[in-house]
């Protein structure tokens, strides 16, 4: 603010001014605002599902433990310090963080000091003229607009918390089911590989068949055929579990070549035992509203309902008046010494007042606005809950049905390794043609990959289910997890 020169300023009394800037310097908060919104006025529909209490509710942090596999928990835990979709949304996160304190500064007194130093040449002299200043300025925010902005800005820093969170719960759930694919396509190479030495060794039989005359040289080439088809699958399932070995490592925020030694090639699954009896007791109890209550994206979408509904209390405040106060204390004397002196003094006090009395209907029409993004956050805010109840019961009704299709599976396979080392001993005793071995040998291969795929959806769909129920780490864990630092070149 520029200072009025001593011999204009009007008169201030010491007393009155001294007393003015102490108002202005402490820190005062804003006057109350009739706009504030209720936490009655945001309340929210229910979500659909079972009332199961909140005590009841299982317990699906780190569900990733509930698999006996410690390379599947040592990947995910990987994953969520050294993921870059996680690391951008913790970014984000700071980046509301700063905009809140930002929005909580501005209903604080502003303080601040300055100096000038002038020097003046006339009729042969020169005079330098010292001046610090000390000037302070508080807007009284008596319409709310400022608490509202603040309000604002603290929801869409809850809403940027629990966007990190979904985000996180994403990625575990993306490295478990990548893991599980990768485990899955390991146990199908090991049995086309198996199956593929099985048939080697009815190759070998079907020559000394030949050579004694009891098998054709068609048997022969039937036996190389079926051999070299099996072998022409190696080739694919090869290059699937490459690609998902490069996928985790992506996942885990490395270059996608990174993992292949550390991964190896044990084609187990993870055992589901602990998992299975989640399932059970979800099935039992149904989709408890208070789970997907809990889930990360839809505590976003209410917490960006709370930040439309503050931003509306700022728009509607911004058609009301509101007052600020400023001043500055300064002195100004031709030497330092000087400046303590009476007459050195110059004091400013000012008030103001914006009453925005007609603008063509601007402040209504922004009013409008905001109330439209308001409706469009609630309806997000239902569709997201809906999606979130059908994620849930889906995932459910898939792990059940895939859990029954892998028992089916696993008689069948049972039966099917019995009908081949039938048919093994009667080709060799010449009581069945070739046809009816090689039969037997596909059918089996044929049903243990199904089987394989069969368990592995099931540990994909009960991955699904805890993702859809909420589960993975609390906002606590997430902000205490090791960050990995970035490479340096």
Same mark, same amino acid.
């Given at each position: 603010?520029?200072?009025?020169?001593?011999?204009?300023?009007?008169?201030?009394?010491?007393?009155?001014?001294?007393?003015?800037?102490?108002?202005?310097?402490?820190?005062?908060?804003?006057?109350?605002?009739?706009?504030?919104?209720?936490?009655?006025?945001?309340?929210?529909?229910?979500?659909?599902?079972?009332?199961?209490?909140?005590?009841?509710?299982?317990? &699906?942090?780190?569900?990733?433990?509930?698999?006996?596999?410690?390379?599947?928990?040592?990947?995910?835990?990987?994953?969520?310090?050294?993921?870059?979709?996680?690391?951008?949304?913790?970014?984000?996160?700071?980046?509301?963080?700063?905009?809140?304190?930002?929005?909580?500064? @501005?209903?604080?007194?502003?303080?601040?000091?300055?100096?000038?130093?002038?020097?003046?040449?006339?009729?042969?002299?020169?005079?330098?003229?010292?001046?610090?200043?000390?000037?302070?300025?508080?807007?009284?925010?008596?319409?709310?607009?400022?608490?509202?902005?603040?309000?604002?800005?603290?929801?869409?820093?809850?809403? @940027?918390?629990?966007?990190?969170?979904?985000?996180?719960?994403?990625?575990?759930?993306?490295?478990?089911?990548?893991?599980?694919?990768?485990?899955?396509?390991?146990?199908?190479?090991?049995?086309?590989?198996?199956?593929?030495?099985?048939?080697?060794?009815?190759?070998?039989?079907?020559?000394?068949?030949?050579?004694?005359?009891?098998?054709?040289?068609?048997?022969?080439?039937?036996?190389?055929?079926?051999?070299?088809?099996?072998?022409?699958?190696?080739?694919?399932?090869?290059?699937?579990?490459?690609?998902?070995?490069?996928?985790?490592?992506?996942?885990?925020?490395?270059?996608?070549?990174?993992?292949?030694?550390?991964?190896?090639?044990?084609?187990?699954?993870?055992?589901?035992?602990?998992?299975?009896?989640?399932?059970?007791?979800?099935?039992?109890?149904?989709?408890?509203?208070?789970?997907?209550?809990?889930?990360?994206?839809?505590?976003?979408?209410?917490?960006?309902?709370?930040?439309?509904?503050?931003?509306?209390?700022?728009?509607?405040? +911004?058609?009301?008046?509101?007052?600020?106060?400023?001043?500055?204390?300064?002195?100004?004397?031709?030497?330092?010494?000087?400046?303590?002196?009476?007459?050195?003094?110059? @004091?400013?006090?000012?008030?103001?007042?914006?009453?925005?009395?007609?603008?063509?209907?601007?402040?209504?029409?922004?009013?409008?606005?905001?109330?439209?993004?308001?409706?469009?956050?609630?309806?997000?805010?239902?569709?997201?809950?809906? +999606?979130?109840?059908?994620?849930?019961?889906?995932?459910?009704?898939?792990?059940?049905?895939?859990?029954?299709?892998?028992?089916? &599976?696993?008689?069948?396979?049972?039966?099917?390794?019995?009908?081949?080392?039938?048919?093994?001993?009667?080709?060799?005793?010449?009581?069945?043609?070739?046809?009816? &071995?090689?039969?037997?040998?596909?059918?089996?291969?044929?049903?243990?990959?199904?089987?394989?795929?069969?368990?592995?959806?099931?540990?994909?769909?009960?991955?699904?289910?805890?993702?859809?129920?909420?589960?993975?780490?609390?906002?606590?864990?997430?902000?205490?997890?090791?960050?990995?630092?970035?490479?340096?070149?």
């Amino acid at each position: 603010m520029t200072l009025i020169p001593p011999h204009l300023a009007p008169p201030v009394p010491r007393r009155l001014t001294l007393l003015a800037l102490a108002l202005l310097l402490v820190g005062c908060t804003s006057l109350p605002h009739p706009t504030a919104t209720t936490r009655a006025e945001a309340a929210l529909p229910p979500i659909s599902g079972t009332d199961t209490p909140a005590a009841t509710l299982p317990a &699906l942090s780190r569900w990733w433990q509930q698999f006996d596999d410690p390379q599947l928990g040592a990947l995910v835990e990987e994953a969520l310090a050294g993921n870059l979709d996680i690391a951008s949304a913790r970014a984000r996160v700071n980046q509301a963080r700063a905009l809140r304190e930002q929005a909580a500064a @501005a209903l604080a007194p502003q303080l601040g000091l300055g100096a000038s130093l002038t020097r003046q040449r006339s009729s042969g002299s020169t005079t330098t003229v010292l001046a610090p200043q000390l000037s302070a300025s508080w807007e009284l925010d008596a319409s709310g607009q400022l608490a509202a902005t603040e309000r604002g800005a603290a929801a869409d820093l809850a809403s @940027a918390e629990a966007s990190a969170q979904a985000s996180a719960h994403s990625v575990a759930g993306e490295v478990a089911l990548a893991h599980v694919a990768l485990r899955g396509n390991l146990a199908r190479r090991a049995l086309v590989q198996a199956s593929l030495e099985a048939q080697q060794q009815t190759l070998q039989l079907t020559q000394w068949r030949a050579q004694a005359g009891l098998a054709s040289t068609l048997d022969i080439e039937q036996a190389r055929t079926s051999l070299e088809q099996t072998r022409a699958q190696l080739p694919a399932w090869d290059t699937a579990i490459t690609q998902g070995e490069h996928a985790l490592a992506v996942l885990l925020g490395l270059a996608p070549k990174a993992l292949q030694a550390r991964l190896g090639r044990d084609g187990r699954l993870p055992s589901p035992g602990e998992a299975l009896a989640t399932l059970d007791r979800q099935l039992e109890a149904g989709v408890p509203a208070g789970l997907l209550r809990r889930r990360p994206d839809l505590v976003a979408a209410e917490a960006t309902i709370g930040a439309e509904l503050a931003r509306l209390d700022a728009r509607q405040a +911004a058609r009301r008046p509101d007052f600020s106060l400023s001043g500055t204390l300064g002195w100004k004397a031709l030497t330092l010494a000087a400046l303590g002196g009476s007459g050195t003094l110059v @004091a400013t006090l000012a008030a103001s007042v914006d009453w925005p009395v007609h603008d063509g209907g601007l402040r209504a029409a922004q009013v409008e606005a905001q109330q439209a993004v308001l409706a469009q956050a609630r309806l997000s805010w239902r569709a997201a809950t809906l +999606a979130a109840a059908q994620d849930a019961e889906d995932s459910l009704a898939a792990a059940a049905g895939s859990r029954a299709q892998a028992r089916a &599976l696993e008689e069948a396979v049972s039966a099917a390794t019995q009908a081949l080392a039938l048919a093994r001993q009667r080709y060799q005793a010449g009581l069945i043609d070739f046809t009816t &071995l090689l039969d037997a040998q596909r059918t089996l291969l044929t049903l243990q990959t199904s089987q394989v795929g069969a368990e592995v959806e099931l540990r994909q769909n009960l991955i699904r289910l805890f993702k859809a129920l909420g589960g993975g780490l609390s906002a606590a864990d997430l902000a205490a997890l090791p960050v990995r630092a970035a490479p340096t070149r």
